[in-house]
């Protein structure tokens, strides 16, 4: 478990960005934090690592975007999920295949995976915010610490 202090959404975009680097196909990631913390924001810093070009954003309504990168990037929200078979229907996983999964409110399916970077954001004061990294499965191999920079 790693934490990172982030004192502006610049600094947000940048760990996103950073994050980006060590991603490779098949990795998920899953976001947690109240609403306004930074999650789709992250999303946007890891997307623009990822070379995507495309405007990053929020997919409450729709559940799910794909971006098209470097590697492509499945970007789903499931704040409106629900039930857990709605998420079974995404099949999310299989969507992304061939890209990285980032979910947005992606606690409620942690405990269906078993491989996965999770990322809680706490807001600390209104541009403050505490990151904290807690890898799963292989992320407990990998170093995070390029990320925190
Ligand atoms: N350090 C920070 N990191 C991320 N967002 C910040 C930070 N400070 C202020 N903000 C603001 O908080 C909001 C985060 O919005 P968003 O990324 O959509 O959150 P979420 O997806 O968690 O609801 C943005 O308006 C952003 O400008
Ligand atoms: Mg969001």
Do not use: C
Not at 77 to 97: G, I, Q, T, V
């Amino acid at each position: 478990m790693i934490d990172f202090a982030s004192s502006s959404p610049d600094d947000t975009l940048a760990v996103g960005r950073r994050l980006s680097r060590v991603l490779r196909g098949d990795d998920i990631v899953l976001l947690s934090g109240r609403l306004g913390s930074g999650k789709t924001l992250l999303v946007s810093g890891i997307a623009e690592g990822l070379g995507v070009e495309e405007q990053v954003t929020s997919p409450s309504f729709v559940l799910v975007h794909e971006y098209h990168g470097f590697l492509n990037v499945v970007h789903a929200d499931l704040y409106r999920l629900s039930s857990m078979n709605e998420f079974e229907d995404l099949d999310l996983p299989a969507m992304a295949k061939s890209g990285v999964l980032v979910i947005e409110w992606g606690g409620v399916v942690a405990g269906s995976m078993s491989d996965y970077l999770f990322i809680e954001i706490d807001i600390v004061d209104e541009n403050s915010r505490k990151l904290r990294f807690r890898p799963v499965g292989s992320w407990e191999n990998r170093s995070l610490e390029e990320i925190v920079g």
